[in-house]
């Protein structure tokens, strides 16, 4: 019966669960079914668009009984661009389904204990819409006209936006405008296919404490016809803009950003404000998307550590070093490493911006540095660790479980790779309690702080 399954096959199914990535989970015939859209308690009928050995995916053709928890999307372009999938599930339910994200992770890699795991309820975010300080959107040439936005879910077609749910108003404005300008001064915009023309991908970054805003074009060569134009009608139309980029990524390349970024105009940086102290941030490095529930991390991540005054703490995938430089008035040292060196500079100017003279940050792979300052003889009291999806590599960890810091902290932007880093730290350390706070709503993506006590 089942290679009578094609796609376009449709059949009713009940929705189980939804799994980590927000999908409905039914199973037909046996099989295990992905369907885009459902949600749990759910009588849908499913359209097949793939068939694989061991799953189907499928759409949502119809809902013939709905969820309570079933709302209309709010956002017009839902379905056809990512990053509002969980937008048709109500927030109280994604908050919900956040903690559950957790908890799927942890039984699929069953670290010690993981049964007795304290999951404690996602934090919410008082403003669950446009939230999103940066816009990293594609630009195309569409009908004639300047595009930028998102792809299509699984292709590279492009779906221009204007306004977007998750985005705060002015990165939209200030990507429309640039749009504008790219045309009428007809700016050579990159064509994929042919690998021709120059601006690939626009950034607008905004700082919601200071409104300052960080423009970065992302150019398939170092030449930028009628900059000086542009530069001038940026600086006339857009007055938050305060600095102006532009990162050198030449040829047909997965990666957004090439190696080399140039100043065009204006400061090297923005400045945010995080729990009272100033961050000055510069195009290439990191910086948390949702601004308002960055200081909630931060203040969970930092009662979880619970620093003793004094203590030498480690802020590892420091970024532009705000975990730290937060709690240096604390500590009695900080030490912080981050891969990228310009994250590292801003970090170690955003010391001093803040008066912090105990903070140092470093340039180099946590993997490879915290096990040298162990050999060079530093014993951390505390270790706060803030890896990208990736989690932890296996040297970090190893020497993790050799020093055994008292207070340690993870805070994890991925229940996976948590799950699977906790299954090693358990050997040495008891979770306390998991928090997840949610900086993404109306997306699958989790995120949560980690509190660890010595066995
Ligand atoms: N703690 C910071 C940054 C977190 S994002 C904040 O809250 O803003 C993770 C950071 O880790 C990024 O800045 C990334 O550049 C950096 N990174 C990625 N891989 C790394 C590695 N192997 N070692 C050190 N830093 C790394």
Known sequence: MENTVQVGTRFPLTIKRLDINGRGIGYYKRKITFVTGALPGEIVVAEVTAVHDRYLEATLHRVKKASPDRVKPAEPLYGSVGGVELNHLAYPAQLQFKRDVVAQSLAKFKPAGWQHYDLRPTIGAAAPTHYRNKAQFPVRVIDGHVRAGLYAPHSHRLVPLTTFLTQRPLTMQVIQVLCQLLEDLAVPIYDEHAHAGIVKTLVVRESAATGEVQVTFVTNSAKLPHKT???AAIAAKLPAVVSVSQNINPGDTPLIWGPETQLLAGQPYITEKLLGR????????????????????????????????GAKLVDAYAGIGTIGISLAEAAGEVRGMEIIAAAVADANRNAALNHVTNAHYTVGTAEALFPQWLREGFAPDAVIVDPPRAGLERPFIDALLKAQPKQFVYISCNPSTLARDLVLLTRRYQVDYIQSVDMFPQTARCEAIVKFTRK
Do not use: R
């Open 229 to 231: 134009q542009l530069l």
């Open 278 to 309: 100033a961050f000055q941030v510069s195009p290439q490095a990191f910086l948390q998307l949702n601004p308002a529930q960055t200081e909630v991390l931060y203040t969970q991540a930092l009662k979880a550590l619970a620093l003793k005054p």
